[in-house]
């Protein structure tokens, strides 16, 4: 199974500011097959980032993933209030896993 | 647009059998683009995928789940199900279905999720 290791476990930043988040596997994986969510308190993940670099449908361009092989990145250009949330990075091999999370808390 | 719905007990015992079912609106189960999955999250914790399933019943599961999961689905009423035998309190979670988009694996969109507690 691989495993996603995601980085930091919480960045503290304040609005306005460039967020960098990583998420590191424990083998390679297909840029096809990684993707980005983020998750609000009480409500259900939603797509950001699929094929690594792809956005989904509706997700604002100041979010953006790049990364390919055993190392994936999400940056978010500048903070907006909305954007503090958790975010998972899932990958799909023979099986599907997620990372465990990086929360981004204002500062 | 397409929506998607868990529903069933919120609370089941020890060693019994969870038992839930996701029902699909604004969309066909049938479609050849996707997969259905379910995926859960205990309290305060991250994702975990549990298992997918195609229209035609093709499975496939989480491997540390496997031995315990059934899902099942039913194209004429646009639904599919998930049972969990023999449940442990590391069982309770929120319980999410999703449709996959099959060549991408991707999960979107999610249902509400629906918070399922294993005790006495």
């Known amino acids: 199974e691989i495993v996603l290791t995601q980085s930091p476990g919480t960045l503290s930043l304040s609005p306005g500011e460039r967020a960098t988040l990583s998420c590191r596997a424990s083998q390679s994986v297909s840029s096809s097959y990684l993707a980005w969510y983020q998750q609000k308190p009480g409500q259900a993940p939603r797509l950001l980032i699929y094929g690594a670099s792809s956005r989904a449908t509706g997700i604002p361009d100041r979010f953006s993933g790049s990364g390919s092989g055993t190392d994936f990145t999400l940056t978010i250009s500048r903070l907006e209030p909305e954007d503090f949330a958790v975010y998972y990075c899932?990958?799909?091999?023979?099986?599907?896993?997620f990372g465990q999370g990086t929360k981004l808390e204002i500062k | 647009q397409l929506q998607l719905q868990e529903s069933g007990p919120g609370l089941v015992k020890p060693s019994e059998t969870l038992s839930l079912t996701c029902t699909v609106s604004g969309g066909s189960i049938s479609s050849s683009s996707y997969h259905w999955g379910w995926i859960r999250q205990p309290p305060g914790k991250g994702l975990e995928w549990i298992g997918s399933?195609?229209?035609?019943?093709?499975?496939y599961y989480n491997p540390s789940l496997k031995s315990r999961v059934t899902i099942s689905v039913d194209t004429s009423k646009n639904k599919f199900s998930l049972k969990l035998s023999s449940v442990t309190a590391a069982d309770t979670a929120v319980y999410y279905c999703a449709r996959q988009v099959s060549g991408l694996h991707t999960f979107d969109p999610w249902g509400q999720g629906t918070l399922v507690t294993v005790s006495s």
């Open positions: 899932q990958q799909y091999g023979s099986s599907h896993t």
């Open positions: 399933i195609y229209y035609s019943g093709s499975t």
